[in-house]
């Protein structure tokens, strides 16, 4: 993976290319940014799976300060500014990170849904008619189970890709394990292959076995 970019407005700093390894986040490895605000990184992926940027400033922080995004061997560029450093990020040279972006603007519907219902709960206050707040937690309900539908019927659709495995994985991990049966069982062989798709299987078979134990 060799990685090209550009923070507009980084005068000094450090960028930090990172990933977990288990459950550490560790830096594989690092830029010092002196006057210049492109960067670039080369990386060997042996298999696609998300990777952050992280920047540190010389004096100062900032609350938006890494970038997440799909990684996989190829060509990647990133641009992004420094004042939005994480949200203004544009990607471009991974399809699996493509998708993600896809992905999470369905996910953000399905946020902004249940943050309003969170608000009319909390404009009731505690005098509220309990049939009215029953009939808020079966709409949020609701749309939680619409949100994992559609995460399935996403990893569905690209079961070519790896990110299928990481969103059943990281988004909707406790629902039915017959949904994650189904994902994985349709995914391509490279797919289970990967790295995601090794941890599915691996997840699967011991929530198969609690279900048992259970």
């Known amino acids: 993976m060799n990685i090209s ?7 000094k700093g450090t960028l930090y290319l990172q990933k977990f390894e288990d459950t550490l986040l560790v830096t594989v490895d690092s830029a010092i940014v002196d006057g210049n605000s492109n960067f670039k990184f080369s990386e060997i992926v042996e298999s696609p799976e998300i990777y952050y940027l992280y920047v540190q400033l010389k004096d100062g922080s ?19 500014n420094l004042k939005n450093f994480g949200n203004a990020a544009r990607i471009n040279g991974s399809k699996n990170d493509s998708l993600l972006r896809e992905y999470n603007k369905l996910k953000q519907r399905y946020v902004s849904k249940n943050l309003e219902i969170i608000e009319q709960k909390l ?3 505690k005098g509220g008619k309990e ?3 029953t009939d808020l937690d079966k709409k949020q309900q609701n749309l ?26 990281h988004e909707v991990y406790d629902v039915n394990i017959k949904y994650l049966d189904t994902v994985y069982r349709t995914l ?5 292959d990967s790295k995601y798709g090794k941890k599915l299987e691996s997840y699967i078979i011991i929530r198969k076995e609690n279900d048992t134990v259970l």
């Open 5 to 11: 970019g550009t923070v507009t407005g980084l005068k």
């Open 144 to 169: 939680l189970s619409n949100k994992y539908l559609t995460t399935v019927n996403f990893a569905l659709n690209h079961k070519d890709y790896e990110i299928a495995p990481y969103l059943m994985l």
């Open 62 to 80: 900032l609350q938006d300060d890494r970038i997440t995004f799909f990684a996989e061997n190829g060509n990647l560029n990133i641009t992004t």
């Open 188 to 192: 391509d062989p490279k797919i289970k």
């Open 123 to 125: 404009n009731l206050g």
């Open 131 to 133: 049939s009215l707040l």
